[in-house]
Each structure stands twice: as structure tokens, then as C-alpha cells.
């Protein structure tokens, strides 16, 4: 599978971790040298904006989506490709999940895990069936990861559920991963068997 566009969450803070940032500057190159566009917050500030300004600077496509009552406090990207203002967050997440053929999470806070987690339940009840992944940048993501082999221990989440998340250290890896990921054997319904 190829992709036109891929959504990356991550946080509008630049946290204190130089390898986050690294990894997050690979990423937007690796999008660039694949001529994948980048779809993400609208944020100008922490790792928003600097996997932004990687992809704009390396002649990529950025596609942003921010609520309107955040454009001042996430310091809305006024120089990407374009940037659409909608009127919550319920529609930025729906519109991006709209937008992309796959999602990537860097390390992040509440607001990253939000969107991971609501991208992995929505391919879970066939709302979505695209990619998701999370860049484990040294390490960051490996309790949540463990955390869900403890759901399928526990029977609580199928393994076929926690099949559809995929976690790579590298930029290139984990594009990879989620363009050869085959999601046809994940349940398409809704209801207690969807767990």
C-alpha cells in the first residue's frame, strides 16, 4: 500500500529529549523523500511545528487542522500548504482521520495519546480501516505497548485488535511497516465480539 497522506500526532510542546526531536525531523524528511504529505494539528510550536517546518522546508505538503478557539493558544502554523479552521476538536480529529491513509504518534502528552488511542478504537468497530503506529523513540511508547499485551493476556482486547498497532524505532521502518500491514483480518463490527 502506498499513501498519499499520512497524519502524525504529536505534542505542541518540544519536550527536553534531543532524540525525540531528531527522530521527529527524520520523520518529516522521510515523509518529504517519499512524497508523502503531512497531515497534523495546524500547531507552529513544539514538535508541531517543527515536523511542519521540516516537511515545508524540504518543498513538502502540509495540510494543518485546528479549532478555531486554539489558533492563538497552539500558536497556529501561518506558512503551511493550507490550513483549515474548524469549529471543535471533534471535527479536527474526524477531518484529519478524513484526510490521511495513515496515522504515525511521536512521543507526546494527553492530547497524543487521545488521538492514538481513538484512531486504534475506530479501526476496532470499522469506522477506519487505515494503519496506525507509534515512532518508539528510545522507547518511549513500550509501556503503553505492554499494557496492551497485558489486554490480550487478560482476554480483554483481541490480539487481532492489538495486531492493528505497529511500533518502530526508525522513521523509514515504521512507513514500512504500515504500508505492507494487512488490516482485512481485523473485525468490522460493532458490538461485545469487537473487543
Not at 498519499?4 to 524528511?29: K, M, N, Q, W, Y
Not at 511521536?106 to 487505515?130: D, F, M, R, V
Amino acid at each position: 500500500m502506498s499513501f498519499e497522506r499520512v497524519c502524525v500526532f504529536c505534542a505542541s510542546s518540544p519536550g527536553s529529549d534531543p532524540a525525540i526531536t531528531e527522530a521527529t525531523v527524520a520523520l518529516g524528511e522521510e515523509l518529504v523523500a517519499r512524497g508523502i504529505e503531512l497531515v497534523y494539528g495546524g500547531g507552529a510550536v513544539g514538535l508541531m511545528g517543527l515536523i511542519a517546518d521540516t516537511v515545508m522546508d524540504g518543498g513538502g505538503t502540509v495540510t494543518g487542522v485546528i479549532p478555531k478557539n486554539l489558533f492563538s493558544r497552539e500558536v497556529g502554523h501561518r506558512e503551511l500548504t493550507r490550513l483549515e479552521e474548524v469549529d471543535s476538536m471533534h471535527v479536527r480529529k474526524a477531518r484529519m482521520y478524513e484526510l490521511a491513509d495513515a496515522f504515525i504518534a511521536l512521543p507526546g502528552g494527553y492530547g497524543t495519546l487521545e488521538e492514538l488511542a481513538e484512531t486504534l478504537t475506530w479501526n476496532q468497530i470499522g469506522l477506519l480501516t487505515k494503519p496506525v503506529g507509534v515512532l518508539d523513540v528510545g522507547g518511549f511508547w513500550q509501556p503503553l505497548l505492554e499494557l496492551l499485551d497485558r489486554m490480550v493476556d487478560k482476554t480483554i482486547l483481541k490480539p487481532a485488535n492489538r495486531e492493528v498497532l505497529l511500533a518502530d524505532p526508525s522513521p523509514a521502518g515504521l512507513l514500512d511497516a504500515l504500508a505492507a500491514q494487512d488490516l482485512s483480518y481485523v473485525p468490522k463490527w460493532i458490538g461485545d465480539d469487537a473487543v
